[in-house]
């Protein structure tokens, strides 16, 4: 899904919204306008692995009842149906589906997808079990406005014992980069503005992680994949974590940050698809999480950072996100030793 990317058109009128909380209505109003549609269904890199998972495993679709949780413009539901599905039943809250029943209608398949407006935890499915559940709900930083929760409901709700989820795995990785210039830019900028003190300012910006397209050669440690969450068995109670995480550093450089990404597996397939969103292969629309340290760690090749990753959905507004990254250069150069700890807001 295309996180945030809606605030870039105007959100038009609400709907049928007004008894949701208004910060539920402002995330379903940025699914209408069909330009956050046309964001992801370019996205080749995400719209090519659903469409292959899907279509290189015809055995596996064949006359089963699918399930598209968040379907937008049917595009997955479009695929399983060609696939050989026997019905698909995609379900949005979202005005987008208004068109989306359209779209099905144009392309012949009205009588195989049904399609039903409403929240995927209300609305009344024409079935009481489904075979397959299919969805794209990552968001930035995989987690950041939480529909991973709307999946494991349609999942514990509906599928049935042995039935199928795609994707079913993912997984979030840190690397260390060394950004110097645009850390300046964002974050130094406030050290002296127009001659004056701006430094609670800065406070501010250095809570806030950046989505941004990182360079594969600002990458200055391994990546390190920290955490993966089984489709199958995760519950929403496991989306709040602590986890440790090291990386190893591959060349002498700084670190100004750490990046965040995510991988995608579709492994109950007969040929298993994967993607990712690292900095090191092709772009998507998800880019990278960026958060900048407080320090600069001055690090040597071979030596390592540690620390943990620290992730629970804000309490105010569970869309939002509460990251914490703690680090530690270990180093037998005591100039050089350095501890710490980002706290972060995604909202
Ligand atoms: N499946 C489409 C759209 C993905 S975007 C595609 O791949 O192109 C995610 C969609 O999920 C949005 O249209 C959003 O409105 C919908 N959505 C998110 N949470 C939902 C919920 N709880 N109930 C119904 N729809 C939801």
Excluded at 137 to 143: A, E, K, N, Q, T
């Amino acid at each position: 899904m295309a996180t945030k990317a809606a605030s870039a058109h105007p959100a038009p009128k609400p709907t049928d919204l007004s008894a949701m909380a208004h910060s539920e209505a402002h995330y379903f109003n940025s699914y209408n306008h069909h330009g956050i549609h046309e964001e992801m269904l370019k996205d080749e890199v995400r719209t090519k692995s659903y469409r292959d998972s899907i279509y290189q495993n015809p055995h596996i679709f064949k006359d089963k009842i699918v399930l598209d949780v968040g379907c937008g413009t049917a595009i997955l539901s479009m695929f399983a149906v060609k696939a050989g599905a026997k019905h698909v039943i995609g379900v949005d809250m979202s005005t987008i589906i208004e068109k989306a029943k359209e779209i099905v209608e144009v392309n012949g398949m009205s009588d195989k997808i049904t399609l039903l407006q409403g929240k995927m935890e209300e609305v009344k499915l024409p079935f009481p079990k489904v075979d397959i559940i299919i969805s794209e709900w990552m968001g930035y930083f995989l987690l950041y406005e939480s529909m991973m929760d709307t999946v494991l409901y349609a999942r514990d709700q509906y599928l049935v014992e042995g039935g199928l989820i795609f994707p079913d795995k993912a997984t979030i990785f840190l690397a260390g980069i060394e950004d110097g210039d645009y850390k300046e830019e964002k974050i130094g900028f406030w050290d002296n503005v127009w001659g004056f003190d701006y430094s609670p300012l800065k406070k501010t910006a250095l809570t806030e992680p950046l989505v941004d397209t990182v360079d594969f050669k600002a990458v200055v440690t391994d990546p390190a994949p920290v955490i993966t969450f089984d489709l199958y068995t995760v519950t929403a109670a496991d989306l709040a974590f602590s986890i440790p995480y090291e990386l190893t550093v591959r060349r002498n450089d700084f670190v100004h940050a750490v990046i965040a990404w995510f991988d995608i597996e579709f492994s109950k397939c007969h040929k298993p698809i994967k993607f990712s969103t690292g900095p090191h292969t092709k772009y998507t629309h998800w880019k990278q999480t960026v958060f900048y340290l407080q320090d600069v760690l001055t690090v040597e090749e071979g030596e390592k950072i540690t620390g943990t990753l620290e992730n629970k959905p804000s309490e105010k507004n569970h869309r939002d996100l509460d990251i914490k990254i703690s680090y530690t250069l270990h180093t037998e150069d005591m100039h050089r030793q350095a501890t710490g700890e980002g706290v972060y807001k995604m909202c």
